[in-house]
């Protein structure tokens, strides 16, 4: 090979080795949500004492780099047939036609359409902005979360409200509230 030839090609090198270097930093990393670790909570009054549950099966996948909001992405699901409020007769009426739907709508899923840094001065604050589907109905939805580093795994945890009637979820009541607050707790892990 000819000196001019190696000239011609030690640059080119350098330039592809500089951008799969470049690329590797600066595309988020992929992680999968686990059960295990994991927890979806949610609390309702129910004749004014505040009744609580919990949703199991969280699956999908989330992007996440703290350095690139532009690459940042969830979409998590929990299955709707295992919500569990420590009382066997309200699951099942929770997983009927008339509230869950769980034979027509099995999952809860979350989607981010953007992710925010906060104006919180400690690191780790974030901002989702996307969307909630159950029932079959889509809302939008924001609210903080942080993400929290373990090891080279994350913790995302963060807490938000919804009306149940946006939803479909059951009728108006007089003993049961429309306002439910949920809160999760999610572990992902490096893929």
Request: net charge neutral; aromatic share 10%.
């Amino acid at each position: 090979m000819k000196l001019g030839s190696l000239k011609k090609i030690a640059p080119v090198k350098f330039v592809l080795s500089l951008l799969l270097l470049l690329s590797t930093t600066a595309f988020a990393q992929k992680y999968i949500p686990s059960d295990d670790g994991s927890k979806v909570h949610f609390v309702i009054r129910n004749f004014g004492i505040k009744t609580g549950g919990d949703l199991e099966g969280v699956k999908g996948e989330i992007f996440f780099s703290p350095s690139d909001m532009n690459e940042n992405r969830f979409n998590v699901a929990v299955n709707a047939g295992t919500v569990d409020t420590d009382n066997e007769t309200r699951d099942k009426n929770l997983r009927s036609e008339e509230y869950f739907d769980v034979m027509r709508f099995p999952e809860i899923n979350i989607t981010s359409t953007r992710i925010d840094k906060t104006n919180k001065t400690d690191s780790g604050y974030y901002y989702f902005t996307g969307t909630l589907t159950m029932h079959g109905i889509t809302k939008a939805i924001e609210f903080p979360f942080k993400a929290e580093k373990k090891n080279e795994d994350y913790l995302f945890t963060g807490e938000f409200q919804i009306n149940r009637l946006d939803f479909g979820i059951g009728d108006k009541s007089a003993v049961l509230s429309n306002t439910v607050n949920v809160s999760l707790s999610v572990s992902a892990k490096k893929t």
